[in-house]
């Protein structure tokens, strides 16, 4: 009995190995590896203005209804203000009424990431940068068909790129 026991272990602590070796998989439908960009507080500080700053790298949240990327319409994409990857198409964008910047789905999947926010006694999930874990905004379960989802961002994280 004794060595059935040692044989499963030793399986399931190879099996783990052979899992941690191999390499991570893309998000479905994605390909990219994201490379990181990591700075100081003092390099970001130098490239963003105060308010970005504020937003992007201590998690804050601008005002509503004060971005002005809330009311454009134009065709292009939204990158991420502090590092310039690519994160919303101007196709998923919508009004959400809500006074910032909704889409309903990131250009890639790879190119967001989310972590549980429970700050001021809620339960969301937060959306940040992939490339340089600058805050974004949340993602509620309220959004508009395909998806369902609402990726609330904060302007200031972003800047719009028209297109060509």
């Known amino acids: 009995m004794k060595l059935a026991i ?17 390499p991570a998989k893309a998000a479905k439908g994605t390909s990219e590896v994201i490379e990181k960009v990591v700075k100081t507080d003092e390099e970001w500080k130098k490239i963003l203005t105060p308010e970005q700053f504020n937003v992007l790298r201590k998690e804050g949240t601008e005002r509503a209804f ?25 196709d998923t964008k919508f009004d959400s009424g809500t006074g910032w910047p909704s889409f309903w789905a990131p250009i890639d999947p790879s190119h967001v990431t989310t972590k549980s926010d429970r700050s ?8 940040r940068c ?14 508009p068909k395909p998806t369902g989802l609402r990726y609330c961002m904060n302007g200031v994280s972003l800047k719009f790129e028209p297109a060509k």
Not at 7 to 14: E, H, M, Q
Not at 70 to 75: A, L, S
């Open 66 to 90: 004060t971005s002005p990327l809330n009311h454009n319409h134009e065709k292009g994409v939204y990158v991420c203000a502090a590092c310039g990857l690519t994160l919303f198409s101007s």
């Open 6 to 22: 040692s044989v499963i272990a030793l399986a399931l602590v190879a099996a783990g190995i052979a899992l941690a070796a191999a």
């Open 130 to 143: 992939a490339r340089c874990g600058g805050h974004l905004g949340h993602v509620f379960p309220d959004g």
């Open 120 to 127: 001021f006694f809620m339960d969301r999930t937060e959306v």
